[in-house]
């Protein structure tokens, strides 16, 4: 198969997200959680071009937290955009007081804050605009507390009533789709705060990080989809040995099964996994000259990811 000369769009990765691991239902109404950012403000222009394909509907709401002069016009801002994509827009002025773990208590204001707009707003999902460094960036953080392995199961792309339909894009993918189509965002002083362990994680950790690996970012979330999902059953070959699966061939695994579609992933050997309606099996030596063996693994039930907290 030819290499694809260019990466999919925002667009595309939201749709796909949305289409394959959300389980939206047509009908529904997502509020969307903006702020007038970088991500955000992408989140807002992509969900209301892919909401009409999917069949729901978009309202998007701010939450000024009262901490900076400038949010009420950052909020502005993203009402301008929300105008400009035909979003009903609304928002909400809540009250964090200053001092310690400031960003926990500020972010907890505004859920609380959303969670009262979806219900005035009479959506079923909320929509935030977590990307693949986020989900990168929190399992750090989650294993700088010591966190034990489930912990680790982080921001999956649906949880609960929760939507991430960006999470698996990445930093630079938002950026490029905010250059592309002129969207204008503004920028929180605080995302370059190094007072937040947040903050010092994304600029002096991450960078190191990638400069030793620089596919650290798709490692760490492949990590905590690993984690999030029921695991698969074990593969085993004619030997009775276990066969090794490299991650693009999980995630095609994982992916078929996820939406019980056929599929045929090659693996070392002359080996292939099939994947039917019930079962997905391992074929040794499936040439026209070799006998065909199998070995034949249920499907996972179908249950969704397992829960993992926003951190």
């Known amino acids: 198969?030819?290499?694809?000369?260019?990466?999919?769009?925002?667009?595309?990765?939201?749709?796909?997200?949305?289409?394959?691991e959300c389980r939206?239902?047509?009908?529904?109404?997502?509020?969307?959680a903006v702020s007038?950012?970088?991500?955000?403000?992408?989140?807002?222009?992509?969900?209301s071009l892919v909401a009409p394909r999917l069949g729901v509907s978009v309202v998007a709401h701010g939450v000024d937290h009262g901490l900076r002069e400038e949010a009420a016009a950052e909020l502005d801002l993203?009402?301008?955009?929300?105008t400009r994509c035909g979003v009903p827009f609304a928002r909400?002025?809540?009250?964090?007081?200053?001092?310690?773990n400031l960003q926990a208590r500020a972010r907890e204001a505004r859920y609380q804050a959303l969670r009262v707009a979806m219900h005035e707003a009479q959506a079923t999902r909320l929509a935030t605009a977590h990307h693949a460094d986020?989900?990168?960036?929190?399992?750090?953080?989650?294993?700088?507390h010591g966190a034990r392995?489930?912990?680790?199961?982080?921001?999956?792309?649906a949880e609960g009533v929760s939507l991430r339909p960006l999470i698996r894009a990445r930093k630079e993918d938002v950026l490029h789709h905010l250059r592309r189509h002129d969207i204008p965002f503004s920028q929180d002083p605080s995302n370059q705060d190094r007072r937040f362990l947040r903050v010092r994680v994304r600029l002096e950790l991450m960078p190191v990080l990638v400069e030793l690996s620089p596919a650290i970012v798709p490692h760490l979330t492949a990590l905590a989809d690993e984690l999030a999902?029921?695991?698969?059953?074990?593969l085993m070959d004619l030997d009775g040995k276990a066969v090794a699966l490299k991650r693009a061939q999980t995630s095609a695994l994982r992916r078929a099964v996820r939406l019980g579609q056929g599929a045929r992933i090659l693996l070392s050997g002359s080996r292939e996994i099939v994947v039917g309606p019930k079962a997905y099996e391992v074929r040794v030596d499936a040439t026209p000259e070799a006998p065909l063996a199998r070995q034949r693994r249920p499907l996972p039930k179908k249950g969704g990811a397992k829960s993992g907290k926003s951190g």
Request: net charge negative.
């Open 92 to 100: 909400t002025r809540v009250t964090v007081s200053p001092g310690g």
């Open 229 to 234: 999902e029921e695991p698969l059953a074990d």
């Open 78 to 82: 993203a009402e301008e955009l929300a």
């Open 134 to 144: 986020d989900r990168a960036e929190t399992v750090l953080l989650r294993l700088l």
């Open 36 to 47: 007038g950012g970088t991500d955000s403000s992408a989140l807002l222009h992509v969900m």
């Open 1 to 20: 198969m030819a290499a694809r000369s260019h990466p999919p769009t925002l667009i595309t990765l939201a749709l796909r997200t949305l289409k394959e």
């Open 149 to 157: 392995p489930k912990a680790l199961a982080v921001l999956p792309p």
């Open 24 to 32: 939206l239902a047509r009908g529904e109404r997502i509020l969307l």
